[in-house]
T-cell receptor
Framework: GENVEQHPSTLSVQEGDSAVIKCTYSDSASNYFPWYKQELGKGPQLIIDIRSNVGEKKDQRIAVTLNKTAKHFSLHITETQPEDSAVYFCAAGSARQLTFGSGTQLTVLP | DVKVTQSSRYLVKRTGEKVFLECVQDMDHENMFWYRQDPGLGLRLIYFSYDVKMKEKGDIPEGYSVSREKKERFSLILESASTNQTSMYLC?????????????FGPGTRLTVL
């Protein structure tokens, strides 16, 4: 089955700096890569996703890049704000099931 | 807005008890999912259902069963709770198409088995 590894497990940045979270996956059949954000006391919420026919996607301060050859994808958050502090999960999916990474606790320091 | 509700935010049970976790969604979604969330392990899929009375095993179904008698409701059952089932349990729902649609999550149930 699919195996998704996510790094780092914790990340602290100063407000206004950029944050990058990286994931690798094992199954070359995976073709859908969403990112979810989980705030304290809440369930995860989709923030951005990318499909395998696209190399990069951007939505305001958030961008995701995908390298299918190397089987890795990354989340980039620019101009970080305190409200970006949360746990972020990457996932990889194909046809029937999503497999999630282990999560990154992002802390934005004021 | 999609709303996924879970019957309890916190639950404490004893080893050997039968435990029911209930999940209800109000958006007429076909798909429903049960995950458990543990530190360092992320979200792991226990069971999912793509239609009423249909269910499929996820990655870690052992020790769990599910029931989907109505479209809006998906129940997770621990037949005989054990301490290693202490965890956060998350329910989610999504429109048709198991993978490529956004999953909407409930707030979670933190289960402690003593």
């Amino acid at each position: 089955g699919e195996n998704v590894e996510q790094h780092p497990s914790t990340l602290s940045v100063q407000e206004g700096d950029s944050a990058v979270i990286k994931c690798t996956y094992s199954d070359s059949a995976s073709n859908y890569f969403p990112w979810y954000k989980q705030e304290l006391g809440k369930g995860p919420q989709l923030i951005i996703d990318i499909r395998s026919n696209v190399g990069e996607k951007k939505d305001q301060r958030i961008a995701v890049t995908l390298n299918k050859t190397a089987k890795h994808f990354s989340l980039h958050i620019t101009e970080t704000q305190p409200e970006d502090s949360a746990v972020y999960f990457c996932a990889a999916g194909s046809a029937r099931q999503l497999t999630f990474g282990s999560g990154t606790q992002l802390t934005v320091l004021p | 807005d999609v709303k996924v509700t879970q019957s309890s935010r916190y639950l404490v049970k004893r080893t050997g008890e039968k435990v029911f976790l209930e999940c209800v969604q109000d958006m007429d979604h076909e798909n429903m999912f049960w995950y458990r969330q543990d530190p360092g392990l992320g979200l792991r899929l226990i069971y999912f259902s793509y239609d009423v009375k249909m269910k499929e095993k996820g990655d870690i179904p052992e020790g769990y069963s599910v029931s989907r008698e109505k479209k809006e409701r998906f129940s997770l059952i621990l037949e005989s709770a054990s301490t290693n089932q202490t965890s956060m349990y998350l329910c989610a729902s999504s429109p048709p198409g198991l993978v490529y649609n956004e999953q909407f999550f409930g707030p979670g149930t933190r289960l402690t088995v003593l």
